[in-house]
T-cell receptor, first 112, second 114 residues
Framework: GDSVTQMEGPVTLSEEAFLTINCTYTATGYPSLFWYVQYPGEGLQLLLKATKADDKGSNKGFEATYRKETTSFHLEKGSVQVSDSAVYFCALSGYNTDKLIFGTGTRLQVFP | DGGITQSPKYLFRKEGQNVTLSCEQNLNHDAMYWYRQDPGQGLRLIYYSQIVNDFQKGDIAEGYSVSREKKESFPLTVTSAQKNPTAFYLC?????????????FGDGTRLSIL
C-alpha cells in the first residue's frame, strides 16, 4: 500500500543554517503531497503542497519539489529561525481517496 | 474566520467512564477525521466520515465511537473499553474526497487518566 518515509529526528541546527528534511513515498498513480508543521501543544498546520510532478510548493521560506523520478518531496529552507522549531510531517493522498498517509514526523530544533 | 474547533482543550477520565470530545467545523467541508497522537509519535486514524450519517473505521477504532448527525459536527466518544486512552486527539476536515485537497486540523484535545 501507499506509504511515506521521513528522516528520523531530531534535526538540530543553529539559527540561519540550511535545512533539509527528507521525505520519500511509495504510491500507485499520481498522489498529491503535503508538508504539515506542528508546534508544541497545537494541531497540524498545512505548510505547503504539490499536486503533480515537478510542482514546487512554497510558503514562509520553505520549499519542496515533487520529484516523481525519485519519489521524493524533500523540505528545504535556506535560513532557519528559532521560531521554526517544531515537528514536520510529510503526507500523501492518492487521487480520489479519502485518507492522508502521514510520515512519522521529524522534530526540528533550532538554537540561537 | 472559518476553522475547526475542538473542545475541551484538556479532559480527564476516570476509570470506567465514557468521555466525549467535541469537534465542530464551519468550513462547509464534507469529510471529517479523528486521529490519535501519542508522545513523540505520528498520527493514527481512528474514524472518518465522508457524509452525514455515515462513517468508517480507521486503523485503531477499537474502544472508540463516533456519530455524524450534522455536517459540521463529528464528536468522538472514548469508551471504557479503551484501556489506554491517554493521548492527544486531533480532529480534521477536508473539502471533498479528492486527493489534491489538504486536511485542516483543530488545535487538539489532550486526554488524561485520573
Amino acid at each position: 500500500g501507499d506509504s511515506v518515509t521521513q528522516m528520523e529526528g531530531p534535526v538540530t541546527l543553529s539559527e540561519e543554517a540550511f535545512l533539509t528534511i527528507n521525505c520519500t513515498y511509495t504510491a500507485t498513480g499520481y498522489p498529491s503531497l503535503f508538508w504539515y508543521v506542528q508546534y508544541p501543544g497545537e494541531g497540524l498546520q498545512l505548510l505547503l503542497k504539490a499536486t503533480k510532478a515537478d510542482d514546487k510548493g512554497s510558503n514562509k521560506g520553505f520549499e519542496a519539489t515533487y520529484r516523481k523520478e525519485t519519489t521524493s518531496f524533500h523540505l528545504e529552507k535556506g535560513s532557519v529561525q528559532v521560531s521554526d522549531s517544531a515537528v514536520y510531517f510529510c503526507a500523501l493522498s492518492g487521487y480520489n481517496t479519502d485518507k492522508l498517509i502521514f510520515g512519522t514526523g521529524t522534530r526540528l530544533q533550532v538554537f540561537p | 474566520d472559518g476553522g475547526i474547533t475542538q473542545s475541551p482543550k484538556y479532559l480527564f477520565r476516570k476509570e470506567g467512564q465514557n468521555v466525549t470530545l467535541s469537534c465542530e467545523q464551519n468550513l462547509n467541508h464534507d469529510a471529517m477525521y479523528w486521529y490519535r497522537q501519542d508522545p513523540g509519535q505520528g498520527l493514527r486514524l481512528i474514524y472518518y466520515s465522508q457524509i452525514v450519517n455515515d462513517f468508517q473505521k480507521g486503523d485503531i477504532a477499537e474502544g472508540y465511537s463516533v456519530s455524524r448527525e450534522k455536517k459540521e459536527s463529528f464528536p468522538l466518544t472514548v469508551t471504557s473499553a479503551q484501556k489506554n486512552p491517554t493521548a492527544f486527539y486531533l480532529c480534521a476536515s477536508r473539502l471533498q474526497i479528492s486527493g489534491n485537497q489538504p486536511q485542516h486540523f483543530g488545535d487538539g484535545t489532550r486526554l488524561s487518566i485520573l
